[in-house]
């Protein structure tokens, strides 16, 4: 079915890593299409990617945000879940047109509805200037 996205909750610890591992994936692929079509995301909690109740939004943000993030590289991790919600901790690099790295690290919380699609998200983000040589993601 178009408007749902496994797996659905109640998630099991096995299935909330999967759902996890998804939007890792689809990030990291830098593709504005396959990222609206994982678990439904807003970036930088402002602008609606996908959205259980609007529909399908543009994606030229993302596009404009990888642009500015330079060799943009994420890791997720599972933190907790329970029922329809998981928690995530997670880190990505990048580097900006002058060449300076930075780390952006934070926590985000994910409420889905019934068809697996994000229905709220909360996140807190921090931006940190790194040197090349501090890279954990190369």
């Given at each position: 079915?178009?408007?749902?996205?496994?797996?659905?909750?109640?998630?099991?610890?096995?299935?909330?890593?999967?759902?996890?591992?998804?939007?890792?994936?689809?990030?990291?692929?830098?593709?504005?299409?396959?990222?609206?079509?994982?678990?439904?995301?807003?970036?930088?909690?402002?602008?609606?990617?996908?959205?259980?109740?609007?529909?399908?939004?543009?994606?030229?943000?993302?596009?404009?945000?990888?642009?500015?993030?330079?060799?943009?590289?994420?890791?997720?991790?599972?933190?907790?879940?329970?029922?329809?919600?998981?928690?995530?901790?997670?880190?990505?690099?990048?580097?900006?047109?002058?060449?300076?790295?930075?780390?952006?690290?934070?926590?985000?919380?994910?409420?889905?509805?019934?068809?697996?699609?994000?229905?709220?998200?909360?996140?807190?983000?921090?931006?940190?200037?790194?040197?090349e040589t501090d890279r954990k993601?190369?």
């Open positions: 079915m178009e408007n749902q996205r496994l797996p659905l909750p109640p998630f099991t610890e096995e299935t909330a890593k999967q759902k996890i591992q998804m939007a890792e994936d689809a990030w990291n692929s830098k593709d504005p299409e396959r990222v609206s079509g994982s678990p439904p995301w807003t970036v930088n909690g402002a602008i609606a990617i996908y959205s259980s109740t609007a529909g399908r939004k543009s994606c030229s943000s993302l596009t404009a945000k990888w642009q500015k993030e330079q060799q943009y590289k994420l890791k997720k991790e599972y933190w907790a879940h329970a029922g329809n919600r998981i928690a995530v901790r997670f880190e990505y690099e990048y580097h900006d047109e002058s060449g300076q790295w930075f780390r952006a690290y934070g926590n985000e919380n994910w409420e889905f509805d019934e068809n697996g699609l994000m229905a709220k998200r909360y996140a807190s983000i921090n931006d940190l200037a790194i040197e993601f190369r």
